[in-house]
Structures are given as structure tokens and as C-alpha cells.
């Protein structure tokens, strides 16, 4: 982190004015006010004491209270108020353990902003407190050293979880799921140091659906370096039963009876997914459709600093974006989301500097002291300019106080330039934007469609859905300006674009079609629809799942051409598939 960038950022943002209005604490001061709160339930008032460090205008000091004590301290605690709230830390002071519990977390700064930094903004922060506080006090001797396995256990299982129904069902014990991994730790029997890992990356780790056997059955019989995992679902042999939706020879669905017995493609990614987690390396099972149907692959931590999101892929297949489930929502994350855990700005201070200086930006915020908080959020792009929180933040206020077109410009080209690897970035701030502004700019759509085809020849993994969004959003504002041709060359560019990819081929294929016959052109769109599918799938693959996805694509195109009266070829390709299905 470069103190005197985020310095200049900040002096050039608001500007020097007279001397503060209060002094700050001292440290000691601090800690007697952190005390008071605690024992009395003070919160509002220790929130006050702790404003003193912002209350001048001096951004040269602001940067070195940002990464130092007692100023960081105190930003930690402000930002814990806010979160958790006063009545919530209050409740948790209602039993002596709590207070001795938030004692001893007040004082370590460090486990403070690891639990803050990865606390979702949706989590329910008093829920995470009273169950870390939970394993906290059930492992005295462990509180300290592995305070980012039990804060991971505590943000993964703030909602409760189940085993897999085919695994037996019932509640995981967030208790016995710690217990577990600390003992490997102990033993020295992970891949992964839980004490060198990040909670973002721990929270990958504990939250396997599975009974604590499975993973003791895991940690003894599946040894491979994290380096070589994409191998592991090999273990599994292919069972194409399970792969036609049939069931499959293996007597259960424990790991050692899919390694005896075999499985599906799921069933292999679900095995390499669930032993990498009981060696302790982070990993995710991933869904999506390659040009073969629906299939299941998987992330790990392939390195120390390194991710791979490719584990069980074949080469045969063309994958798109999958989706992983987030551990600690429960939701669906994006593969653009997950590629982001890869970024190596994560892995240096600046990025920790930059998430200090946009919980100092809300509380400015929260202050009515606008022009200073844009000023630490300046600081905070200065420290990490691919720091999700700052341009969320950015477009939050945007959007509070009405900014205009020019506004929003501006912070599009920003990030724009911030992200140019992740236009589903740029994607999702257009969205905001357009809802902010009741309008989308086509250029906006030719953008990011040049973004798309830079990443498709780089051989990345085209964005599918922010660009099937955008292109919706803009097929709207054509309509109402009576804009055929336009929407017709949109359509053209993005199957040209997209097409390689089945998701987005037969979404944009049946959206295309249905747009000209309403508009006259039905014959044409099917042979442009059905050429674009020639270029993309010459061949069918090598697996069952392959043919059935080209099928059903044949299928949807001789429709086109039968709706189109276009009889001759709907019947030619009709006997087509009635070979291929024959064959299959």
C-alpha cells in the first residue's frame, strides 16, 4: 500500500482546513471506553469517542490512523457497531462468556477485521457473533490460532445446514464441524494450513454437506498434492447409467462406494470437491451446460496463491460460465464471480488497506460529511482498484442522490478500465445504472460485446448472462424507437459471438427468431440461425450427453424451418435426427 498516493488522493479530494476539533483517544483511552461499553452496554457513547478521529479535516493523518494503532483499532470498533448493532453486541454481553468473549475480540484488531472483511452485507452479523462466540469459548486453547477457521464455521453455518438427503439428512453440528478440522490441523494432516489460509478462502472448506466420516473417510484414502486435484474425480469411474439419468451400480452415495463402484460425471466432481475439502483445500462444485448437456465440474486451490476453476472438464465439450452455490448465502455465484478470487490484488495489503478505507467512508457517510467519505473512497480505489466494495459503494450513493448522465460516465469508464478482463462487471453497473436512469445507450452494448470477443480469442470464458441481459435491455429501447434493423444486427452479433456456447445459442436462437416472425423475416433468421449452428457444432462428441444437446438443438432449428414454411428443409434435417437418434 502507497501511504503517500492514498495521502494525495485525500488532500486532493477535500483539501487541508483548520486543525481538528478534537483530539483522538489514546490507545489507553480506547481500550477504557471499550470497557465501559461492554460492561454497561455504552455502545452509542463509544461510537461517539471513536468519531473523534475523523472529526477534523486532515487526510494526511487519516492515513496513517487507517493503518495504524489506535486509529485502526477504532475504525474496526466503529465498523463492528454498525454492523452488529448496540442492542445486538449488548444481547451478547448478557451472559459473563460473552463479555469475556467480546473482550478479548475488541482487543485483536487483526481477527476483528477478518471477521468484518468477510461478513456479507446481507449476513446477520449478531447470529455470526453468538456462534463464533460458541466455538470461541470451547476451544480456549485454540481461540487465537485458529480464529479464522472457527469465523469461517461461524459466517458458513449462521444459517443452518444439512447433510445430503442421500448421505442420511439431518442438521451439521457447526461445533463438531470446527472440532473436526482443528484436530486435522493439529495432527498436521491438511494440504492447507488453516492458520495460513484467508476466511474467504476457509469458508470453501467447512462446508461440505456431508457427515464428519465422510471426510474422516476422505482424509485417509485420498492423498493427492492440491497441484494434481483436477485428477481426483478421475478416482470415480465413469458410469454412463448415471449419466442417462439411469441409476447407477454403486450400492450408496458415500465415497467409497462411488470409488468402488462408480458414477456420473456429478458424482466425480462431487467426490473431488468433497475429499479436497476434508484435506483441507478449498474447493466448490461448479454447474453449468457444455456443448454436451448439463454437466458438474469444479474449483480448488491449486497453489498458495492460485486457483484452478477447471477440474474435470473434457476436452470435447465447450463449457460457458458455470454457477457455484456461495456458502454462506446459499445463493448462486457466477463463474465471473469466483474467476475474482484469483485475483492477485487480494493477496496484498493494499486490498485490506482499501476495504479500512471504505468502512471509513460510510461512517463519513453516516456522519452527513459527504465530501470527505468520497475522499476515503478515493483512497480506497488508490489501494485496490478491483475492490468489488468500492464501486458497490460508489453507485449505492449515486444512485441515494440522483446522480446525472455525466456521473454515472464517469464511474463507468472507471471501471471499465479497473476491470477490463470482467465486462460482467461493467454489465452489472450498467444495469444499475439503467435503473437509476430510465434509459441504456447502445454503445454501452457495443462495448461490451468488443470486451466479449477480446476474452473469447484470449480463449477466456465469455460472460453469458450479463451480455444476454444487456442485450435484452437494449432490444427494449430499440423497440420503442422502431429500430428493426438495429435489433436484427444486435441479435447477428451476439449469436456470432455467443453462439458456441448451448445456453446462450438457444436463448438467443429462440428470441431471434420469434423477433422476425413478428417482423416478416422468419425463412431468413432460421438459415442465419442454422448456419451460426453449423460453424459451432460440426460434430457431435464423444459422449452420450453430446449427442442428446445437439438433438435438441437439430430439433428447435427444423422447427424454425417448418414454422417458417420452409417444408423441404425441416424434413431434411427431421430425417437427419431420426438417424442420429437411431444411432444413439
Known amino acids: 500500500m502507497n501511504l503517500r498516493r492514498c495521502s494525495l488522493a485525500l488532500a486532493l ?110 449476513h446477520d452479523a449478531g447470529r455470526a457473533l453468538d456462534l463464533w462466540r460458541t466455538l470461541w469459548a470451547r476451544d480456549p486453547d485454540g481461540r487465537d490460532r485458529f480464529h479464522r477457521l472457527s469465523i469461517a464455521v461461524a459466517l458458513v453455518y449462521t444459517r443452518p445446514r444439512s447433510v445430503l438427503p442421500e448421505l442420511g439428512g439431518g442438521a451439521i453440528d457447526p461445533a463438531a464441524r470446527y472440532r473436526w478440522y482443528r484436530e486435522a490441523a493439529d495432527a498436521r494432516a491438511l494440504r492447507y494450513d488453516p492458520r495460513q489460509l484467508t476466511v474467504p478462502d476457509l469458508v470453501w472448506v467447512v462446508d461440505a454437506p456431508v457427515p464428519e466420516s465422510e471426510l474422516d473417510w476422505a482424509l485417509r484414502n485420498v492423498r493427492t498434492n492440491p497441484s494434481a486435484w483436477h485428477l481426483v474425480g478421475g478416482q470415480v469411474p465413469f458410469d454412463e447409467r448415471g449419466s442417462r439419468g439411469q441409476a447407477t451400480r454403486a450400492p450408496d452415495a458415500t465415497l467409497a462406494s462411488l470409488r468402488r ?60 460460465a458455470g454457477t457455484a452455490t456461495d456458502p454462506q448465502s446459499g445463493g448462486d455465484l457466477r463463474e465471473s464471480d469466483l474467476a475474482r478470487l484469483d485475483d492477485p490484488q487480494r493477496r496484498g495489503e493494499g486490498w485490506r488497506t482499501a476495504t479500512r478505507w471504505t468502512w471509513l467512508a460510510r461512517r463519513l457517510r453516516d456522519l452527513d460529511r459527504p465530501d470527505h467519505a468520497m475522499a476515503a473512497l478515493s483512497a480506497a480505489r488508490a489501494a485496490a482498484d478491483r475492490h468489488p466494495e468500492v464501486w458497490d459503494l460508489r453507485m449505492a450513493w449515486l444512485e441515494a442522490d440522483g446522480a446525472d448522465t455525466e456521473a454515472w460516465a464517469d464511474l463507468l469508464g472507471s471501471l471499465r478500465a479497473a476491470f477490463r478482463r470482467h465486462p460482467d462487471m461493467v454489465a452489472r453497473a450498467e444495469t444499475r445504472r439503467t435503473a437509476a436512469l430510465g434509459r441504456a445507450d447502445g454503445q454501452e452494448v457495443r462495448d461490451d460485446l468488443v470486451a466479449i470477443r477480446r476474452q473469447a480469442t484470449r480463449g477466456d470464458e465469455p460472460p453469458v448472462q450479463p451480455a444476454l441481459d444487456q442485450l435484452a435491455r437494449e432490444v427494449e429501447r430499440r423497440r420503442a424507437e422502431g429500430d428493426t434493423a438495429g435489433i436484427r444486427r444486435l441479435y447477428q452479433d451476439h449469436l456470432r459471438t455467443l453462439g458456441g456456447q448451448v445456453p446462450a445459442f438457444r436463448a438467443l436462437a429462440t428470441d431471434y427468431y420469434a423477433f422476425a416472425r413478428r417482423e416478416g423475416f422468419a425463412p431468413e433468421a432460421a438459415r442465419e440461425i442454422d448456419r451460426t449452428f453449423a460453424r459451432n457444432y460440426p460434430r457431435s462428441g464423444s459422449e452420450p450427453q453430446a449427442v442428446r444437446a445437439r438433438l435438441d438443438l437439430l430439433r428447435m432449428i427444423a422447427g424454425f424451418y417448418r414454422d417458417a414454411g420452409e417444408t423441404a428443409r425441416a424434413e431434411t434435417m427431421e430425417r437427419q435426427i431420426e438417424r442420429m437418434e437411431g444411432r444413439f
Open 13 to 122: 479530494t477535500v483539501g487541508l482546513s483548520p486543525a481538528a476539533r478534537a483530539a483522538p483517544p489514546s490507545a489507553r483511552e480506547l481500550a477504557a471506553s471499550a470497557e465501559r461499553a461492554v460492561d454497561s452496554g455504552e455502545w452509542t457513547a463509544h461510537a461517539a469517542r471513536l468519531d473523534a478521529f475523523w472529526a477534523g479535516d486532515r487526510p494526511e493523518a487519516w492515513s496513517r490512523m487507517v493503518m495504524r494503532d489506535p486509529g485502526r483499532t477504532a475504525l474496526a470498533h466503529a465498523t463492528l457497531i454498525a454492523r452488529a448493532g448496540g442492542p445486538g453486541l449488548t444481547r451478547l454481553t448478557e451472559v459473563d462468556e460473552g463479555r469475556e468473549f467480546l473482550r478479548w475480540l475488541l482487543d485483536r484488531t487483526d481477527a476483528l477485521e477478518d471477521f468484518l472483511e468477510a461478513l456479507p452485507a446481507e
Open 261 to 320: 463402484f462408480g458414477g456420473s460425471r456429478a458424482d466425480q466432481a462431487r467426490f473431488a470437491v468433497t475429499a479436497a475439502k476434508a484435506n483441507g483445500i478449498p474447493a466448490m462444485l461448479i454447474r453449468g451446460t457444455g456443448a454436451d448437456g448439463p454437466r458438474a465440474w469444479y474449483g480448488y486451490r491449486a497453489t498458495a496463491a492460485s486457483w484452478n476453476f477447471r477440474g474435470g472438464q473434457y476436452q470435447d465439450d465447450r463449457y460457458p
